[in-house]
């Protein structure tokens, strides 16, 4: 399997003209990963098959025939800590590559504000908990707050779901939540972005358990305590898919979500400033 995906890997990239060192640049990739996947010592993941097919610039009917090959081994769970060690901030550039190839990208987060709405200082205080370098962490704030530009193409859509916990949980101080809160307030204003919030009091059928992020409808990246796990098998897709419309419908959406938002985002102001609710103030 490993063998026969490389070679066909490397046969199209030949077959295309382009030589390794420009597919791996494109792909997000060292030459010496590429050349270790043709070659078949190592076995690539869906998102290194999908971003070395959206390198090549193959067909649909090539890359779909490609990756029904793949499908068979199409799950693959990559702990943090194998990310900590080859470093945060290649694992942000393949990300990137994989969004500048995605039309539609649909987020759940039950735990935290989404990667690419985050402010520098709530970026610095999630990656800080991941005991890296400064010199790691910096580089991979950096690439992280790179991939935000991907936000403002109007040609790509942008559909986020978060819990009301997400706006409360406090990874920052006061001050910095009501900056965060307020760029969220922002960015639901662009054409391309959509955001609903599912509050805390509406009933559920079922928990939000994982956060997720379906990349139109061909793959799914699935983020767990100790691993990120990642599948393009079309029914895990569509579970992900279903799941995301179901919570969808429980979200408040537009001016009732800015409102929630703005709401909270005032909550934290006050506390900041010392006033109580009602009130002039502590001091």
């Known amino acids: 399997m490993r063998g026969h995906i490389g070679s066909t890997l490397r046969e199209l990239r030949k077959a295309s003209g382009k030589e390794a060192k420009a597919v791996a640049r494109s792909a997000a990739m060292s030459p010496s990963k590429l050349s270790r ?9 869906a998102m290194d098959v999908d971003r070395i097919l959206a390198a090549i610039g193959v067909s649909d ?14 799950t693959e769970a990559t702990a943090w800590r194998l990310y900590r060690r ?8 393949a990300i990137r590559s994989v969004e500048a190839e995605t039309a539609i990208q649909r987020v759940f987060q039950p735990s935290c504000i989404p990667g690419l709405c985050q402010t520098p200082e709530y970026v610095r205080a999630i990656l800080g908990a ?10 991979t704030i950096g ?20 819990t009301e916990s997400v706006l409360r949980w406090r990874l920052v101080s006061p001050p910095e939540m009501a900056v965060q ?48 796990i990642t599948t393009s098998e079309p029914k895990d897709v569509e579970l992900y898919l279903e799941r995301f419309s179901r919570f969808e419908l429980q979200a408040l959406t537009g001016d009732a979500m800015r409102e929630m938002v703005g709401s909270i985002r005032d909550e ?15 001091r």
């Open 143 to 162: 690439a992280r707050l790179q991939r935000q530009a991907v936000l403002f193409e109007p040609t790509k859509s942008f559909r986020y779901l978060i």
């Open 86 to 93: 080859s470093g945060f901030h290649l694992h942000q550039d």
């Open 181 to 228: 809160l307020d760029r969220l307030i922002t960015l639901s204003r662009l054409p391309n972005i959509s955001f609903g919030i599912v509050p805390l009091s509406t009933p559920m059928t079922e928990a939000p358990s994982s956060s997720f992020v379906v990349y139109d409808n061909r793959m799914v990246i699935v983020e767990i305590p100790h691993a990120e």
């Open 61 to 74: 009917e090539v890359r779909a025939g490609l990756v029904e090959t793949a499908r068979r081994e199409a």
């Open 37 to 45: 996947i043709e070659t078949g010592k190592l076995a690539p993941t």
């Open 268 to 282: 934290f102001l006050r506390e900041h400033k010392g006033i109580q609710p009602g009130g002039t103030g502590t």
């Open 130 to 139: 991941k005991g890296l370098t400064a010199e790691m962490l910096s580089r």
